[in-house]
């Protein structure tokens, strides 16, 4: 039994998981994922995951796009099964907040990606028939974002 490893990452949640995950797509030869628990077994097992870009500064946009399009096309990126599940996002705001919503949504599709608009009450109402749209300002649609499951996740890292 090998007694050593090139590279030992503590805790099999997302983010270890996917930190062994690029460990050993980067060539580091023998890779070890600890968790006294198990994958999963902790705060990614019990959660549901937004998977979104709408930040309102640029740097958590950025990073967030960068996770955002790897859940997207997991497939040809990963291989197997993400848990990514798409089925749009809607935030919205009221009349005080649109403003400031709008210029967010601007600074996005400029700087990140334009897979996210600014929609008024109305178009809220034409996706969400059965919403009550009156006291809204607008919302910001993202029409492919969606949410993971973080134990298929971790599972197929």
């Known amino acids: 039994m090998r007694q050593t490893a090139d590279a030992i990452v503590v805790g ?6 996917s930190t062994a995950y690029h460990l050993a797509a980067k060539g580091i030869g023998n890779v070890l994922l600890l968790d006294k628990a198990g994958p999963a077994a902790g705060a990614t097992g019990n ?15 950025a990073l967030a796009y960068h996770s955002y399009r790897t859940f997207r096309e997991w497939d040809d990126v990963i291989g197997g099964e993400s848990g990514f599940r798409s089925c749009g996002m809607l935030a919205l ?5 649109a403003g400031e919503l709008r210029g967010t949504v601007d600074m996005l599709r400029k700087e990140v990606s334009d ?3 600014f929609i008024s009450p109305e178009d809220v ?4 028939p059965f919403m009550v749209t009156e006291d809204l ?3 910001s649609y993202q029409p492919h974002a969606g949410y993971a499951i973080g134990s298929d996740t971790v599972t197929s890292l």
């Open 115 to 117: 897979e996210i608009s």
């Open 137 to 139: 300002g607008g919302a």
């Open 47 to 61: 959660a549901v995951a937004l998977v979104r870009f709408n930040y309102p500064d640029y740097a958590s946009a």
């Open 93 to 97: 705001v009221g009349p005080q907040q």
């Open 125 to 128: 109402k034409l996706l969400q």
């Open 12 to 17: 099999a949640g997302v983010i270890g998981a």
